[in-house]
């Protein structure tokens, strides 16, 4: 049985499509109402947001890190943010959390469409998304594995993910976007409604996922400078298949760099956020995955 649910938008001040549609929720909370569990809903980085940028001092959807909620001596904005988001929406890795399910509202300069991005998966979780596929053919399924501890805004609940929208320049909002992310939480309310009912739901037991392997950083010089840009036939490339020899990056001379590896899926492709992170687009297998 599933309580509640919040909904969190504004976790990037700059991503608009989560913030407004929070602001639209919170002035017109019969939207997300549902007959048995309660919606909670959440602007997240409110500095952030009314300054348009993604953070203040350090990106919030990657401060939810059991170690960094631990320490006293970090000191700045979000990690100062995330303890107290931690207390009302967690606690992370808490039997008893507050929030049983969470849904994180991003944006992306990447053409990704509509997309779900999974780092906690649980039962539910895999249910959730399994029946959001059935009401939404064209959403795209991505499995995120990094190397360091699932630090993510939905980590702090037992079920969850991020939804991406793009593609979307910072600080704009699209309509089209905005009323797929829209649809798509509506599904996941009454998603959620029918499992708590015990309703035959009919969910497929597979669900086809993009599943993470590597972070392709840009070609960079001694000073760890770029000196090459994602390749015109790659941009806006999302979700779509690269094999050996096609074209990957654009030097700043104009020669072509290569890819090199085994065919792969690349995913968030130009994300304007990645540059400071240090890639230039993700890699991923195409996978049927049992859930
Ligand atoms: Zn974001």
Redo the contacts with the bound molecule.
């Keep these: 049985m599933i309580k509640n649910i919040a909904i969190t938008g504004g ?2 001040g700059n ?1 608009l499509t989560g913030v407004y549609l929070v602001k639209k929720w919170q002035k017109n909370p019969a939207l997300v109402k549902r007959s048995n569990f309660e919606t909670i809903t959440k602007l997240m980085n409110l500095q952030a947001i009314k300054e348009v940028r993604r953070y203040v001092d350090q990106d919030l ?1 990657r401060s939810f890190g059991l170690s960094e909620l631990g320490n006293d001596e970090l000191e700045n904005y979000e990690v100062k943010l995330a303890k107290e988001l931690n207390s009302e929406l967690g606690e992370k890795g808490s039997e008893e959390s507050k929030v049983d399910f969470i849904v994180d509202l ?2 992306t300069t990447a053409n990704m469409g509509l997309s779900i991005v999974v780092s906690n998966p649980s039962k539910i979780t895999w249910r959730a998304i399994a029946y959001l596929c059935k009401m939404e053919p064209a959403l795209k399924v991505y499995r995120w594995k990094g190397d360091i501890e699932n630090a993510f805004v939905d980590s702090m609940a037992p079920h969850g993910f991020a939804i991406e929208v793009g593609a979307v320049p910072q600080g704009v909002l699209r309509a089209d976007l905005f009323l797929q992310t829209e649809a798509l939480i509506y599904h996941l309310l009454d998603y959620v409604e029918k499992e708590n009912n015990g309703d035959e739901l009919n969910i497929s037991d597979e669900v086809e996922i993009y599943d993470h392997e590597v972070l392709v950083d840009y070609p960079r010089d001694e000073e760890r400078d770029i000196v090459a840009m994602v390749h015109q036939d790659r941009q806006d490339k999302d979700f779509t298949l690269i094999e050996k020899g096609d074209p990957l990056f654009l030097t700043l001379e104009n020669e072509t760099i290569n890819y090199d590896g085994e065919p792969r899926y690349t995913i968030f492709v130009n994300e304007a956020a990645y540059y400071e992170k240090g890639f230039a687009m993700t890699l991923a297998e195409k996978k049927m995955l049992k859930i």
């Design positions: 976790t990037h991503e959807n991003h944006t």
